[in-house]
């Protein structure tokens, strides 16, 4: 099958390749009143755009996304969502006229090349057809309505770690992650990095990277146990993006390692008296496929980006042994440019399941 | 929300308490003509039954299934399934009738317990109540028909890791999984495993583990990107599981910290001149979200058990600082009786899949 | 597919053939903190009841409701809805165990014999398998739950005609619906059809039934255009009940035989300055898909019963040509049961839409 | 709740709104492999086009077609759907720059003004903002597309009745559809209609409509009971048109004055010596929501234009009495535009089944 909708309530669907004219989501089930325009929308796909720093894909795209239907201008003059479908849509303007022959005829290693000829029996080879990252922007584009939907939460996410370099805790800085072309909260590791990744490009090589994504704001109560929990959903949502291996929720596999009373968050009254606190958060603020009121936060791993210019053994279409070059432009660090894209569907996740809970427990 | 229906065209839905009467699951969507019946089901059912050592719970319970529909016997006297839905029903039966003003009035840290509260407004403490890790049973007993729908795949899971101590792969034989308690293939760790798993259980403490999970035999195709990649299905059925925090697929997280070279399969002609065939498994047998064709590996984190004999401090319900102890009977480390489980999850996404795919591709 | 869960939000998922050892239904998503019992479902139940009357089958089943999780008794001793799923069981007790082997060999024309064969490759032909109207009790029992989902609203069904006879609108009596055995509000009609049930019971023969049901206290408002209009959804909610062939919602075909002016509903103030009045109702209290705040009204056409002792040419399932006669128990008139099932059909759409309404309009 | 998404398996989501500035379909789950451009799609949407006559709205649209994603032309040069979503968009032309006070303003009795207020507060009222038959563009795009899954099927509807005044069947002409604005197969009606939809546009006034639509060639097996039965979805697909108010299949109300031996389909052994064949249809082709294999006939009421001329009594926004005339261009008889999307509901909802039936029985 292809099922390229996400979401129970909240729901997006999103299309295009490419290389095609052009891609887009539709965002259906939004609450209808919330102010929104393309400059609600446009900084999130500033911050994903290709070809700002020699750190990423040299594809220039305006990315300049357009809303199509589903808000109305009041008298106020104000333009808000209706309640109705939005749609987004996003032109490709800067596909490559060039020679895919390599491509179409032989199986990139680590690319879906040769998964989609086995499901489907052809494929649109250029520039990874549906399975390119570039349709991330689709979903860069509805999480910035979802944000609107959750404006209590605040969502951030960065770069913890690039070809297996961790940030250090102790010089965690917020303001910083906006500062170097690495999503990067440590000034110094982002230092490191630019010399990995320069190193690396010029190898033309890749390194796979982990990006760590924290909400803050969320009330508990969200998920919907015991198969729509909040964990399993945002597993579903962060495992669907490109180059994606793997998914933690708070400590993850760490937790793995612990004893019972190094893992437990105690809890004790809070200052109103009511809302009870947590003396740690091991468990990334969700128990039970629910929402405790603590920050949501998750670990997302990123393998290294499969296009590399090192040459590897590989078939082609018709069953030969070959070896293949992934020329073209391409992220040397994938995972860099997934920052906006685990936010994207953070929020997404979060406004979907904000908005189940009302609908059952109101 | 409350939402007990996991799958997209093979689907089940699960209902019941730790302490109420019965649980059980429907089956929706099952192929007719297969061969089914109680014995088919069962064999799962007792591998995931508590109480069969001193290394897990020991609550006693039989788990016998009972078939109530969706099958009937032709004229060869062997019952098959007819296409209709499948519902699964276990008693319970030592339900113990112990004092529950403790749970009733305070949180266990790591439990449920509060989550419900706050989503629900009140909840039933009776051993957990629908949060308890009794629910997957029922998911085992759903796995048990999944596995009759693709014959030609096997899947095989163990634990490789308890408390931070991982098997050694040279010592891996899959024929050992069964000759100890833990499911673990590694003769000298179980033998390690069993003094750790004692030392905690007499602590009144609790261990984590992972678990790996292998199906082979799954052929090349199925998945529904970009939204049901087989991938993010996985995570979202193995991350539902009560106590994981953490999904790998493949390499996981070793992945991002690999070279692009280090992390290629690399791929050459197969001997029958048509199938490819890979040179290493980094992917864990999907790339794009759709199945390769080499065996589909993933590995999974289970935190500590919550329920300790040691106290942790917490809140009661309205708001007074406290202490708890979970008394009862509990896994000193509830990712052991996860192994049925996590092959059981996997089971129901792969016949989901292999259904989805026939649907859309013939 | 089989595919045996209806709704978006209220969701339930029914199980179970005519002669199995029970049929049931899960009820997801129930708002918790819903007093809830046995005896809150069984009345609906009761209605629905076999062998009441001569006028419906005579077949005996004392159709007692369990519930079996879902539920729980708080320290007032009140059981209420815990937001968990709701499973609900009706023990099949009155299978007579007949031969089976006309039915087995030949198909019944207006049955889902040959369609279940020709779909399944075989089917269970005792009592009808899975296609038996036996399975709208388990939709009547969920139907008693959504109910209380929606306390506002009242939702009354009655039989509008018998055999092409209609009530006479003059002669309307609410009352009168549970005064005879036909759920008929017109005392004259019943009498009517008191004598036309007989005489076709007597011929071996069978009648058709018009369904008319009405819902009061919808709010405007609920309905979710495009695609789950209330209307759409009423609609597959009613045409999916066992012999019904036609929905309208207002005037339906009538409506067709208009012109504008005169199935407009003109709107004036409402007395409380704010909420609009209708001065008629020809909609059926559903515009664009949304309700309007009137009646919610829709007629429901049932074909008369398939199984009748008069002889009709069909053929074997080896392709020879036969006759048969459907012996055994059946109702002459199977639209005068289908009243507490087209209630809880309107009970489970409208409680659904309730709380869709509310997940994203708050 | 915005719900803007039809299907189980080949599903399409439509955004747009009447005078926005496109509207479009997203079809998701197309097998790959179909020969697949906008002149596939065209033809349909010419046939549903305004302004072709004087008994249609005299809003001009070009409705063109434009495929935006889910196509590639391979080295034969044939475009083919490649098994990705299938972005089709329909830009808008002529949305007239009018005044729209009165609308805006004031409540139309019969339109989805007042609901679409009480739902979501506020609305585009331009034209009719979502709730405007314009989107049905939409779904005769993703029409056009489904037929192409069901070469084997063929669809035709046409208009059985106007204001009452219905088909003579001994006139029944097929070729006739297509000679006359009216998809009439009856000559003689088709005058009589001129006569009559002239005079009405004359009055201000509209007429209501019946539309049959027949599909050929669809096997048996199709339908997924109990919750998805073919006549269900079927149901939902057409009550979900715009100014639909009933369904019938096959006989439908009808059946309801029959006795049994009347409405019985009696069959007899095949041609063939193995498909049976059945004596007549009141079934419609349907049998406990399967497909019998007969053709699939179901039936269709439109209500009269709800825009009409004649001055109805309404209310203002702000609860003030009024009366409201519909000045604008609207079809004097809605029903006529229907046929297109009659049929190509029946097109998606039986491509769909197909794909369903084939995921659970091969």
Avoid at 188 to 201: N, S
Avoid at 346 to 351: C, D, F, G, I, Y
């Amino acid at each position: 099958m292809s099922f390229n909708t996400f979401g129970r309530v909240l729901r997006f669907t999103t299309w295009g390749e490419s290389h095609g004219p052009a891609l887009g989501a539709v965002v259906d089930g939004c609450p209808p009143g919330i102010a929104l325009s393309e400059s609600d929308i446009q900084p999130y796909l500033d911050a994903r755009k290709p070809g700002t720093s020699r750190f990423t894909t040299q594809r220039r795209e305006a990315d300049e996304v357009r809303i199509l239907s589903g808000v109305f201008a009041g008298n106020d003059g104000i333009q808000r969502t209706t309640g109705t479908p939005i749609s987004l849509m996003i032109e490709n303007t800067d596909q490559r006229s060039k020679d895919y022959s390599d491509v179409a005829q032989s199986y990139r290693p680590g690319h879906a090349d040769y998964a989609y000829d086995a499901k489907y029996g052809f494929r649109d080879y250029r520039g990874g057809g549906r399975s390119s990252a570039r349709e991330t922007a689709a979903r860069v584009a509805a999480g910035a309505v979802a944000r609107l939907i959750v404006p209590g939460v605040a969502i951030r996410g960065w770069v913890s770690a690039i070809g297996g370099d961790e940030i250090d805790a102790a010089n965690f800085d917020a303001n910083e992650i906006g500062n170097n072309p690495f999503f990067c909260p440590d000034a110094h590791a982002a230092k490191r990095w630019e010399a990995m990744v320069d190193a690396a490009r010029k190898d033309g090589s890749s390194l796979g990277a982990v990006v760590t994504c924290e909400a803050t704001g969320v009330p508990a109560g969200w998920g919907a146990p015991l198969y729509a929990k909040l964990d399993a959903d945002l597993a579903a949502g962060m495992m669907g993006i490109n180059a994606v291996k793997g998914v933690e929720i708070g400590d993850g596999f760490a937790a793995a390692t612990l004893r019972g009373e190094q893992n437990a968050d105690p809890m004790r009254p809070g200052a109103d008296g009511s809302t009870p606190q947590f003396e740690a958060n091991h468990a990334g603020g969700i128990a039970g496929g629910i929402s405790t009121g603590q920050p949501v936060r998750l670990r997302v791993a990123f393998k290294p980006t499969s296009s590399i210019l090192i040459p590897v053994p590989t078939v082609t279409r018709d069953g030969h042994a070959s070896e293949i070059v992934t020329k073209g432009r391409h992220d040397p660090c994938v995972g860099i440019r997934g920052v906006p894209v685990v936010e994207a569907m953070m929020a997404l996740v979060l406004a979907d399941h904000s908005m189940l809970h009302r609908a059952q427990c109101g």
